[in-house]
């Protein structure tokens, strides 16, 4: 978009609202939908909101300043990936990337604050895509790298806002697998659904590859197991053909494996400001931390020690990302 331009009531959202209503229905809100509009082009502040006329219906007025604020505290990273956007893809690409952000605000906005840095969780889907079109930039699978790194958590943790499937209650009986499991199962599969619809099949199959596989029962209640199970899925990503999903998830394992040691020191903190909940609670979070990404992280510096095809979109970031797992091996995880 050019000159500061909005686009409230877009094709993509018309075209969103016609596949997939849930998602609209349940984030039908005002204030939040002008406030997205104006985050994509100035900062929002209450006052321009409701210039604007919305903001009055059964909206409360606390939880459209929580929103503007979410927006506010990461108008700067908003502003930095738009920047690279428009300068890399051409004016209709720019556009379907904004319908991805918009939409990756609305489904995410709810979600608690991240735990290591206390940024909006919106915060995380935009740095991964930003820093996945980084390492991307070059590549033909640029375009749909963005996409799916702004997409990359929304099957994931938001599939029922996504899904074209609302009829479900009766399908358990066909598989042998429990009710709650078959009806995740399926709702996944309509979020995708969304997401080709809306978007396109490529988006689709990046965003499917980068899912985490549903947890069964036993797995839940078996940490070692659920670890396990993540720890296939990260190989799977990175020795695969196509190397598209890898360089998302390097980009989100840069925001969570990596930076663990930022939990560690907000207990730290939390400790000596006298809050032992805090601490305690944070200190436990760490340690959970290091079960799940240890092992993988380990896997992931084979990968890039063994990485020789200088093609593949990853091979630039190689000599960094090595110095940079081995340094958070040393300080977080084997201490």
């Given amino acids: 978009m050019e000159n500061g331009e909005t686009r409230v009531g877009s094709s993509g959202e018309r075209k969103l609202k016609e596949l997939a209503p849930g998602v609209v229905d349940e984030t039908k809100e005002p204030t939040l939908d002008v406030a997205i509009e104006m985050a994509l082009g100035t900062p929002p502040n209450l006052a321009q909101i409701e210039a604007e006329g919305v903001g009055h219906g059964e909206e409360k007025p606390e939880q459209a ?43 995410h906005i709810e979600q608690p604050d991240r735990s290591d840095t206390e940024i909006p969780f919106i915060g995380h889907p935009l740095a991964v895509a930003h820093n996945a079109l980084r390492i991307a930039r070059d590549h033909e699978d640029a375009f749909y790298i963005c996409m799916a790194g702004l997409l990359h958590d929304s099957v994931e943790d938001q599939s029922k806002w996504l899904t074209l499937e609302k009829q479900i209650a009766a399908v358990h009986q066909w598989y042998d697998k429990p009710r709650e499991e078959v009806e995740k199962e399926i709702e996944r599969h309509g979020a995708l659904g969304a997401i080709e619809r809306v978007f396109d099949r490529r988006v689709r199959l990046l965003v499917e590859a980068l899912t985490s596989p549903l947890t069964t029962e036993q797995s839940l209640e078996n940490t070692a197991d659920k670890n396990a199970q993540y720890f296939e899925y990260i190989q799977n990503i990175f020795y695969n053909q196509d190397a598209s999903p890898s360089v998302i998830k390097w980009a989100d394992l840069k925001e969570n494996a990596l930076t663990i040691g930022l939990v560690r020191e907000r207990a730290n903190e939390a400790a000596e400001l006298g809050d032992t909940v805090k601490a305690e609670r944070l200190e436990r979070f760490h340690e959970k931390l290091k079960r799940k990404y240890k092992p993988v992280l380990e896997a992931v510096l084979t990968f890039f020690e063994n990485l020789t095809d200088g093609y593949h979109p990853l091979f630039t970031e190689k000599e960094q990302a090595i110095q940079d797992i081995q340094l958070v091996l040393e300080h977080e995880y084997y201490a």
């Fill in 65 to 107: 300043n929580e929103f503007i604020e979410k927006l506010h505290r990461i108008q700067p990273d908003i502003d930095a990936f738009l920047v690279d956007v428009d300068a890399r893809f051409t004016e209709t690409e720019q556009f379907t990337i904004r319908e991805a952000l918009r939409l990756m605000i609305k489904i």
